[in-house]
């Protein structure tokens, strides 16, 4: 849960690096919530008005964790762009996001392992 409140009051930081522990356990944490939701507004046959309200609410931080998470790798924040390309895009920015840190200091700061 540490993990999860650490990419949310860091809310819009596209600044920095994020560790793979950080990008994933914020994942995870996202489609059970989201799941979780779907179940709720199914079980009592409601639109799921709240799970597109909790995916804007957290569409900026999810953008800034992945931005983090490249920097982390050493590669420019902007190539989430690639995610556009279909199939090809997402699997390359899957791998990306898999990848271990750099050793040491890159040009987006020191690694938060140490």
């Not at 930081?13 to 507004?41: H, T």
């Not at 639109?47 to 983090?68: E, H, K, Q, T």
Request: glycine content about 10%; overall charge positive.
């Amino acid at each position: 849960m540490e993990w999860y409140l650490k990419v949310l009051q860091n809310y819009a930081g596209f600044q920095g690096r994020a560790r793979r522990k950080e990008y994933w356990i914020f994942f995870l944490l996202n489609f059970i919530i989201g799941l979780v939701l779907g179940f709720v507004s199914g079980l009592f046959g409601i639109p799921n008005i709240l799970g597109y309200l909790y995916a804007l609410a957290v569409l900026i931080p999810s953008i800034a964790l992945v931005f983090r998470r490249l920097h982390d790798t050493g590669k420019s924040g902007w190539w989430i762009l690639i995610s556009f390309v279909p199939i090809a895009g997402t699997i390359i920015l899957l791998v990306f996001m898999c990848l271990d840190s750099d050793e040491g200091t890159n040009q987006y700061g020191t690694n938060p392992k140490y």
